[in-house]
């Protein structure tokens, strides 16, 4: 497979499965992100899955700024700040989908079928 199949492979899945980028806190989409090499090809990383992760504008330089990062589990991140502060994290919506809102019924009304039932004493 051609290298530029593999990287666009690469990508497409680590955004698949990290929908977030993996800095601290943050929720900027993982579309809006740049793929980040968790060890850089330079220092002996590979672009596989197992070294990837989407990072936004904001976090990407985070490496060259004394943060260091790993990866011990595919979309596991564990970030070190300059100071020492560990930060786990997943490249995971923090906000999840809310649940389906359930119908309105106020308790002064009853739905006809329940009226009908009342008036003919099948309670």
């Known amino acids: 497979m051609p290298a530029g199949q593999v990287e666009f492979r690469v990508a497409r899945n680590t955004r698949l499965r990290d929908q977030n980028c993996i800095g601290p806190g ?16 330079g220092k002996g990383g590979d672009t596989v899955e197992e070294n990837a992760g989407p990072a936004c504008y904001r976090h990407h330089p985070d490496k060259d700024r004394g943060w260091t990062l790993s990866q011990p589990a595919p979309g596991r991140f564990v970030w070190v700040s ?37 008036r003919h004493g099948t309670v």
Do not use: N, W
């Open 82 to 118: 300059p100071l020492g502060r560990v930060h786990h994290t997943r490249g995971e919506p923090i906000r999840h989908d809310l649940p389906d809102p359930q119908p309105f019924r106020h308790h002064r009304y009853k739905l006809a079928s329940e009226m009908l039932r009342s």
């Open 26 to 41: 943050c929720t900027r989409t993982a579309r809006r992100s740049d793929l980040d090499h968790t060890l850089d090809p």
